[in-house]
C-alpha cells in the first residue's frame, strides 16, 4: 500500500539543502518582486542589447519594463484584442506582435509607433518571430498555417498548411535565415525551408506542441509538449537525443540562458527546471507562486522574469555586489557542509526518519476517514488563531475529496458559528478568498433547507452576516473592474496621443508603411 500523503500546509518553499556551483550561482537571484498584470502572463522576451530591456505581453497589451527599476518604461497598447508574443529583433530596435484578430505588427520601440501592420491569417496569431537575417517575419496561427513576411516591402512572401490543429508554437534559426520550425496541438514539429517553400522534417512529439527552441549553433532543437521535453538533431534527419521529463503538469514554456549551456523550462506545476545542456540533468529549481505560463533570461544572466496564469510577473535579479569571492565562500561552506553531513550522517538520519513519521493530528483522521473529527481538530483555537492556514489546507483537501458537505452536515449550532466566523475573519485574506468562498457555497447548500429553523439564533444571525458580507466582496470586485476599464481606456488613449517625432529623433532606418498609419484602438481627429 502506498504511503499516505499529507496535507501540504507549507506557505514558504524550504530552502536547498545543496550548494551546488548552479545552486550557488541562480540562488543569486534573489527574492523576486512580483508585479501584477491585467491578464496571463503570455509571453516575455529580454532585448538582446544593453539595458536588456524586457516586454512582457498580456491582455490587450506590450509592456516593456526596465530590469534595474523594474518599472514599465514604454507601454504599447496599440491592440484591439488580445496581444501575443511581443518579441525583440536582433538590435533591439523593432518588436513584432500578433493578436487575436490574426493581424501581426511591428512596431518601433523608441517611438511605439506601428511601421508595418501585416494581414492574411484568420485566427488568432499566437507567435511571431524575426528570421535571422532581421528583414523577415514568421507568424504562427490558430488557422493552421505559418506566414512567412517580408518587412521592407510588408508582403506575405509564404503560406505553410501542413498542420492539421491550431499553431502555438513556433521559432526561427538563429544561423539560418530561411529555417523556420513550427508546432502544432496536432503534435506535428515541422521544419520550412523558405527557399523551396517546401516541408523538409516532420516529427510527432507525442503531445501537442506548447514551446520550440533552437540551440545556439542551430544543428540541435528542443520541443516542449504534455509533460516531456524533448531534444533533436536537425543535422541528424531529427533523431530524437533525449527526453526530459521532469515536470508533473503541462510544460508551456522553454529559454535558454548562460550562453546556450543551460536550459530552462517552465511548467503549470509552478517549477521552472534548469539543465546542464552536456548532460540533460537537472542543476537548480526555482519554485513559484502559480503555474508558469512564459520566461525570459537576459543575455547576462543577470535578470529571470517568470509569467504566471494568475497575471503575476515575478522579477529575479542578481545582487551585483556578490563577487566572485562570494562564490568562493559559498564552495568552501558547502564542503564543510558535507563534511559535517558525513560526521553526523546516523544521527541526521534518525532525526529526518522522526519529523518524517511526525503526522499531524487532522492527517491521521484523514488517513482513517474520519472527515467530521479531521474538521473538528482544525477548529480549536490553537490551531485557528495561530495557523489558519492548516485549517484552509484542511478546509481545501476536503473540498478535493468531495467530503466537505459530508464533514458540515448535521453540526451543533456552536461548530456552524465557529466555522462562519472563521470563514468571516479569513475570506478577506488573498491566499484563502478562493478556499473559504467554495466553503462557504457548500455550507450554504447543505442547510439551504434548513434556514427557517435558524430564525432567531445566534447561527441565523451568522448567516445573515455572511450573506452581507459576500455580497459585499462582490460589490468591491465590481468597483475594481470598473476602475480598471477606466485606466485602460485612459492608457490607450494617451499612448496614441504622443507627439509626432521628427526625422533626427527616429532610430529605425524604416518609414511607417501606409496601412500601418490606419492601424489604432481608437480614431484621434
Same mark, same amino acid.
Given at each position: 500500500?502506498?504511503?499516505?500523503?499529507?496535507?501540504?500546509?507549507?506557505?514558504?518553499?524550504?530552502?536547498?539543502?545543496?550548494?551546488?556551483?548552479?545552486?550557488?550561482?541562480?540562488?543569486?537571484?534573489?527574492?523576486?518582486?512580483?508585479?501584477?498584470?491585467?491578464?496571463?502572463?503570455?509571453?516575455?522576451?529580454?532585448?538582446?542589447?544593453?539595458?536588456?530591456?524586457?516586454?512582457?505581453?498580456?491582455?490587450?497589451?506590450?509592456?516593456?519594463?526596465? !530590469?534595474?527599476?523594474?518599472?514599465?518604461?514604454?507601454?504599447?497598447?496599440?491592440?484591439?484584442?488580445?496581444?501575443?508574443?511581443?518579441?525583440?529583433?536582433?538590435?533591439?530596435?523593432?518588436?513584432?506582435?500578433?493578436?487575436?484578430?490574426?493581424?501581426?505588427?511591428?512596431?518601433?520601440?523608441?517611438?511605439?509607433?506601428?511601421?508595418?501592420?501585416?494581414?492574411?491569417? &484568420?485566427?488568432?496569431?499566437?507567435?511571431?518571430?524575426?528570421?535571422?537575417?532581421?528583414?523577415?517575419?514568421?507568424?504562427?496561427?490558430?488557422?493552421? #498555417?505559418?506566414?512567412?513576411?517580408?518587412?521592407? #516591402?510588408?508582403?506575405?512572401?509564404?503560406?505553410?498548411?501542413?498542420?492539421?490543429?491550431?499553431?502555438?508554437?513556433?521559432? #526561427?534559426?538563429?544561423?539560418?535565415?530561411?529555417?523556420?520550425?513550427?508546432?502544432?496541438?496536432?503534435?506535428?514539429?515541422?521544419?520550412?525551408?523558405?527557399?523551396?517553400?517546401?516541408?523538409?522534417?516532420?516529427?510527432?512529439?507525442?503531445? !501537442?506542441?506548447?514551446?520550440?527552441?533552437?540551440?545556439?549553433?542551430?544543428?540541435?532543437?528542443?520541443?516542449?509538449?504534455?509533460?516531456?521535453?524533448?531534444?533533436?538533431?536537425?543535422?541528424?534527419?531529427?533523431?530524437?537525443?533525449?527526453? /526530459?521529463?521532469?515536470?508533473?503538469?503541462?510544460?508551456?514554456?522553454?529559454?535558454?540562458?548562460?550562453?546556450?549551456?543551460?536550459?530552462?523550462?517552465?511548467? /503549470?506545476?509552478?517549477?521552472?527546471?534548469?539543465?546542464?545542456?552536456?548532460?540533460?540533468?537537472?542543476?537548480?529549481?526555482?519554485?513559484?507562486?502559480?503555474?508558469?505560463?512564459?520566461?525570459?533570461?537576459?543575455?547576462?544572466?543577470?535578470?529571470?522574469?517568470?509569467?504566471?496564469?494568475?497575471?503575476?510577473?515575478?522579477?529575479?535579479?542578481?545582487?551585483?555586489?556578490?563577487? &566572485?569571492?562570494?562564490?568562493?565562500?559559498?564552495?568552501?561552506?558547502?564542503?564543510?557542509?558535507?563534511?559535517?553531513?558525513?560526521?553526523?550522517?546516523?544521527?541526521?538520519?534518525?532525526?529526518?526518519?522522526?519529523?518524517?513519521?511526525?503526522?499531524?493530528?487532522?492527517?491521521?483522521?484523514?488517513?482513517?476517514?474520519?472527515?467530521?473529527?479531521?474538521?473538528?481538530?482544525?477548529?480549536?483555537?490553537?490551531?485557528?488563531? &495561530?495557523?489558519?492556514?492548516?485549517?484552509?489546507?484542511?478546509? &481545501?483537501?476536503?473540498?478535493?475529496?468531495?467530503?466537505?458537505?459530508?464533514?458540515?452536515?448535521?453540526?451543533?449550532?456552536?461548530?456552524?458559528?465557529?466555522?462562519?466566523?472563521?470563514?468571516?475573519?479569513?475570506?478577506?485574506?488573498?491566499?484563502?478568498?478562493?478556499?473559504?468562498?467554495?466553503?462557504?457555497?457548500?455550507? /450554504?447548500?447543505?442547510?439551504?433547507?434548513?434556514?427557517?429553523?435558524?430564525?432567531?439564533?445566534?447561527?441565523?444571525?451568522?448567516?445573515?452576516?455572511?450573506?452581507?458580507?459576500?455580497?459585499?466582496?462582490?460589490?468591491?470586485?465590481?468597483?475594481?473592474?470598473?476602475?480598471?476599464?477606466?485606466?485602460?481606456?485612459?492608457?490607450?488613449?494617451?499612448?496614441?496621443?504622443?507627439?509626432?517625432?521628427?526625422?533626427?529623433?527616429?532610430?529605425?532606418?524604416?518609414?511607417?508603411? /501606409?496601412?500601418?498609419?490606419?492601424?489604432?484602438?481608437?480614431?484621434?481627429?
Amino acid at each position: 500500500m502506498a504511503d499516505f500523503k499529507k496535507i501540504n500546509a507549507q506557505i514558504y518553499a524550504k530552502t536547498a539543502t545543496s550548494f551546488s556551483p548552479d545552486t550557488i550561482y541562480w540562488k543569486k537571484l534573489g527574492v523576486p518582486t512580483l508585479v501584477k498584470e491585467f491578464g496571463a502572463i503570455d509571453y516575455i522576451d529580454f532585448s538582446p542589447v544593453e539595458p536588456y530591456l524586457f516586454a512582457v505581453t498580456a491582455s490587450v497589451r506590450v509592456q516593456i519594463y526596465n !530590469p534595474v527599476t523594474k518599472l514599465v518604461v514604454k507601454n504599447i497598447t496599440k491592440f484591439q484584442e488580445g496581444a501575443h508574443c511581443g518579441s525583440f529583433r536582433n538590435d533591439g530596435n523593432l518588436l513584432v506582435a500578433g493578436d487575436d484578430l490574426g493581424k501581426v505588427r511591428l512596431f518601433d520601440v523608441s517611438t511605439k509607433s506601428i511601421l508595418r501592420f501585416f494581414q492574411g491569417h &484568420k485566427a488568432p496569431v499566437h507567435r511571431t518571430f524575426f528570421n535571422a537575417d532581421g528583414h523577415h517575419v514568421s507568424s504562427f496561427s490558430d488557422d493552421k #498555417t505559418v506566414r512567412y513576411w517580408d518587412i521592407a #516591402t510588408e508582403k506575405h512572401l509564404a503560406t505553410y498548411s501542413e498542420h492539421s490543429d491550431y499553431v502555438r508554437a513556433g521559432c #526561427t534559426s538563429p544561423v539560418s535565415p530561411n529555417i523556420i520550425l513550427s508546432g502544432g496541438y496536432d503534435r506535428k514539429i515541422n521544419m520550412y525551408d523558405t527557399r523551396t517553400n517546401e516541408k523538409v522534417l516532420s516529427l510527432d512529439h507525442g503531445s !501537442p506542441v506548447e514551446s520550440l527552441i533552437f540551440l545556439p549553433s542551430g544543428g540541435i532543437f528542443i520541443s516542449a509538449g504534455g509533460t516531456s521535453v524533448n531534444v533533436y538533431d536537425a543535422l541528424a534527419g531529427g533523431r530524437k537525443i533525449a527526453q /526530459l521529463s521532469q515536470h508533473h503538469k503541462t510544460v508551456t514554456c522553454l529559454q535558454l540562458a548562460s550562453e546556450g549551456k543551460r536550459l530552462l523550462s517552465g511548467s /503549470l506545476d509552478r517549477h521552472v527546471k534548469i539543465y546542464d545542456i552536456a548532460t540533460y540533468q537537472v542543476v537548480h529549481t526555482i519554485d513559484n507562486t502559480n503555474g508558469v505560463l512564459s520566461l525570459g533570461v537576459s543575455k547576462n544572466d543577470d535578470t529571470l522574469v517568470t509569467g504566471m496564469v494568475d497575471g503575476l510577473i515575478a522579477i529575479h535579479r542578481r545582487d551585483s555586489d556578490k563577487g &566572485k569571492d562570494e562564490e568562493e565562500k559559498g564552495k568552501a561552506r558547502s564542503k564543510g557542509r558535507a563534511r559535517f553531513n558525513n560526521i553526523f550522517e546516523s544521527a541526521d538520519q534518525q532525526i529526518t526518519d522522526f519529523r518524517h513519521d511526525k503526522i499531524e493530528q487532522f492527517d491521521r483522521m484523514l488517513k482513517k476517514y474520519e472527515y467530521n473529527r479531521a474538521l473538528d481538530s482544525v477548529f480549536v483555537a490553537s490551531v485557528m488563531g &495561530k495557523t489558519p492556514e492548516k485549517t484552509v489546507a484542511l478546509i &481545501k483537501e476536503l473540498i478535493r475529496r468531495k467530503g466537505l458537505q459530508r464533514a458540515l452536515k448535521d453540526r451543533k449550532h456552536s461548530f456552524l458559528v465557529k466555522f462562519i466566523g472563521f470563514v468571516l475573519r479569513h475570506i478577506g485574506d488573498y491566499r484563502f478568498t478562493p478556499t473559504l468562498v467554495d466553503a462557504a457555497n457548500i455550507l /450554504l447548500d447543505v442547510y439551504e433547507e434548513e434556514f427557517g429553523q435558524f430564525a432567531g439564533t445566534d447561527v441565523g444571525k451568522m448567516f445573515i452576516n455572511l450573506s452581507r458580507r459576500l455580497k459585499k466582496e462582490e460589490k468591491i470586485l465590481n468597483e475594481f473592474l470598473e476602475v480598471q476599464g477606466l485606466l485602460e481606456m485612459i492608457s490607450a488613449a494617451a499612448d496614441l496621443n504622443q507627439p509626432a517625432l521628427g526625422d533626427e529623433e527616429k532610430e529605425s532606418d524604416l518609414q511607417v508603411s /501606409l496601412s500601418a498609419q490606419k492601424q489604432g484602438v481608437i480614431s484621434v481627429e
